[in-house]
């Protein structure tokens, strides 16, 4: 997963996007549970508000489902307070009278405005006719306060009736699901698909009985609303906080972790950390900082080290074949360019092979030493030396004039001679011969085309008897045919001896 991840992401995004995982589970999880808390307050404060609302009828309710006493529940002043009471919608009783075993039904719809009976029968409805009958015909026979108080009978029974009928048809009519059982120990439930909160509150008859209300809960679900809607802005406002703080934390640390990179990338000999800000932090980048420092260190010096190890020629202290190869042509090239005269000498030892064979190749490598010596004497100062090869060195120099050139071959060549180095016994003392160009400013030739020259005037110098010069301007016989002719012809400077 993580090396998926690093290849996916860099740090950076890496940090940010887990940081702000993080932080979006924690403020979700946080909104979450105070949406939860305060919702189900609201709810507990709504259901008990509703239940305190109906417990104070639950006595009468009772004692009048005891009694059947239809009269006492559906009176007007019943219904006048049931519709004041805030959001109630609906209302159900349902018990049984504690007297005749008989069912009690009643119901309150605030939209219907009525209290109807929910128990009645086609036989009630036949039983309060046949009693209105009566009643009508004993109406027709009687006179004075009699038929004053028949006359009261008749019009109550016939309000009875017509009370029976309109519960019937109700019966019928009206329908409220009611989700709450009487055996449900939840006292209320809210249903959010009807936005209503239904209440249960047992009855406290003998019998026993169950009184079901409905209230509005629109409100209630308005006010969830509100609450949602203030703890998203809330999480949206956090996170976005979040975001800024994991941002700058991470630019925090990711920026110093650029910056040494980029320090990284430069020429190591070239790397400066001294100039590193991060050096001076207390935390683990600081640490980074400063060991990456100290290693940056460690390997310059070590390069240093090694360079100049594969600059010097072990043997002699001269310039080495590393050292001539990166700076012999930019000599070269920096000569020409300031217009001076550019001196090349190479010097070889004469008949060293045959010096190895008589006095051993340790004696040889002395004799090489004090030969190097020899030439590290004669050179003036801005001169470079190099031992190029076995018994091979190399000269060059940067003149005003080609006499330069020669002064400083001949003083070359006599300071190894003046050493005055026993040889095998044919061959006296140790000698070099030696090859030199010098070359004109404005002259355009390469560094290798010089150095063949030389090398070729060395050959001649040996062929020609050894322990001599053999000198020349650069002459570019094949290309400039006059050159022969403008120059000064080879010289050679043989020993005095
Ligand atoms: N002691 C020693 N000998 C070396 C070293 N490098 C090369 N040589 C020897 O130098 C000798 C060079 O021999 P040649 O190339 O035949 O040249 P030479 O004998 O000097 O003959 P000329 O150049 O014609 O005068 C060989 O014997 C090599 O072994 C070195 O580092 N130490």
């Known amino acids: 997963m993580n090396k998926f991840a690093s290849k996916l992401l860099s740090v950076n995004q890496m940090l940010f996007f887990s940081h702000l995982f993080l932080v979006m589970v924690i403020i979700i999880g946080m909104s979450f549970s105070r949406y ?41 002043s019943q219904l006048n307070h049931l519709q004041g009471i805030e959001n109630l919608l609906f209302m159900e009783i349902r018990g049984q009278s504690d007297y005749s075993g008989l069912p009690v039904g009643v119901r309150f719809s605030h939209d219907e405005d009525i209290i109807w009976r929910t128990d009645v029968s086609a036989e009630d409805i036949i039983r309060a006719k046949q009693t209105l009958h009566g009643l009508s015909q004993s109406l027709v026979d009687s006179s004075g306060d009699k038929r004053v108080k028949l006359q009261y009978l008749f019009n109550k029974s016939s309000e009875d009736l017509r009370m029976l ?16 059982a009487s055996d449900d120990d939840h006292p209320f439930v809210l249903v959010p698909k009807t936005q209503s909160l239904q209440i249960h509150i047992p009855l406290v008859n003998k019998s026993g009985g169950s009184l079901f209300a409905v209230f509005d809960a629109s409100a209630l679900y308005q006010l969830r609303s509100d609450i949602v809607r203030s703890l998203a802005v809330e999480a949206v406002v956090a996170i976005l906080v979040s975001i800024l703080i994991i941002l700058s934390v991470t630019y925090w640390i990711v920026k110093p972790i650029r910056r040494m990179a980029s320090y990284m990338s430069q020429d190591i ?60 042509e930019v000599f070269y ?91 095998a016994r044919q061959m006296g003392t140790v000698t070099i011969s030696v090859g030199a160009v010098c070359v004109s400013p404005g002259q355009s030739v390469s ?50 001896k």
């Open 36 to 76: 939860e808390s305060e919702w189900n307050t609201r709810v507990e404060s709504a259901g008990l508000i509703a239940q305190q609302s109906l417990s104070s009828m639950i006595n009468d309710i009772s004692l009048s489902v005891a009694g059947r006493n239809y009269t006492k529940l559906t009176m007007p």
């Open 165 to 180: 009928e309109r519960s019937m048809v109700l019966k019928n009519e009206t329908r409220f699901e009611v989700r709450l």
């Open 269 to 328: 000999e070239k790397m400066n950390f001294s100039t590193l800000p991060e050096l001076d932090r207390r935390d683990e980048i600081g640490s980074l900082a400063r060991m990456l420092k100290m290693l940056a260190e460690k390997v310059q010096a070590q390069l240093k080290e090694l360079r100049h190890k594969s600059d010097t020629d072990a043997l002699t202290g001269l310039g080495g074949r590393h050292s001539y190869n990166t700076s012999a």
């Open 333 to 423: 090239r920096h000569t020409m360019a300031s217009k001076r005269y550019f001196g090349l000498i190479i010097c070889d030892i004469d008949n060293f092979k045959l010096f190895n064979d008589n006095f051993g190749h340790s004696r040889g490598d002395e004799v090489l030493k004090i030969v190097a010596d020899a030439i590290n004497s004669a050179l003036l100062g801005d001169e470079l030396a190099f031992r190029i090869g076995g018994e091979e060195f190399v000269v060059m120099a940067s003149c005003c004039h080609c006499d330069e050139v020669h002064r400083l071959a001949e003083r070359v060549r006599n300071h190894v001679a003046n050493r005055n180095l026993p040889h």
């Open 447 to 496: 560094y290798r085309e010089v150095f063949e020259q030389a090398d070729s005037l060395l050959y001649d110098a040996k062929t020609a008897g050894k322990n001599r010069i053999r000198l020349c301007r650069f002459s570019d016989r094949n290309n400039d045919p006059s050159a022969l002719f403008e120059m000064p012809i080879c010289k050679e400077f043989a020993s005095r």
